[in-house]
């Protein structure tokens, strides 16, 4: 599976963004879809995730009630919706996958075998 997360830029706080993630393949449904950020010198945090039928979704207690996870299964993409945005989520963002057959967790990185190229968000205050 081959990952690409677009849709980042500058917006001052309290703005949005849609962060779109087009994975290739022909098995997206197979693949439970996370999304992570990384700032400057911190580790890599969870953000969500959301199963492969979209079904289950979970989220970071951090960003409950201003960002929201989708996935267009037709079209082979995972989507995070952020909306309030605060500088603190001033962060590179990934979205990443691991395979249904795993039963892993879906908020740590090592669960995830597949990772796209970031997307920067960046928030002024």
């Known amino acids: 599976v081959q990952l690409q997360a677009s849709g980042g830029g500058l917006v001052q706080a309290g703005g949005s963004l849609r962060l779109s993630c087009a994975a290739s393949?022909?098995?997206?449904?197979?693949?439970?879809m996370g999304w992570f950020r990384q700032a400057p010198g911190k580790e890599r945090e969870f953000v969500g995730a959301?199963?492969?039928?979209?079904?289950?979704?979970y989220y970071a207690d951090s960003v409950k009630g201003r960002f929201t996870i989708s996935r267009d299964n037709a079209k082979n993409a995972v989507y995070l919706q952020v909306v309030s945005l605060k500088p603190e989520d001033t962060a590179v963002y990934y979205c990443?996958?691991?395979?249904?057959?795993?039963?892993?967790?879906?908020?740590?990185?090592?669960?995830?075998?597949?990772w796209g190229r970031g997307t920067q968000v960046t928030v002024s205050s």
């Open positions: 959301i199963s492969g039928s979209g079904g289950t979704i």
């Open positions: 393949g022909r098995t997206f449904t197979t693949y439970h």
């Open positions: 990443a996958a691991f395979n249904s057959i795993y039963s892993r967790t879906y908020c740590l990185p090592t669960s995830y075998e597949y």
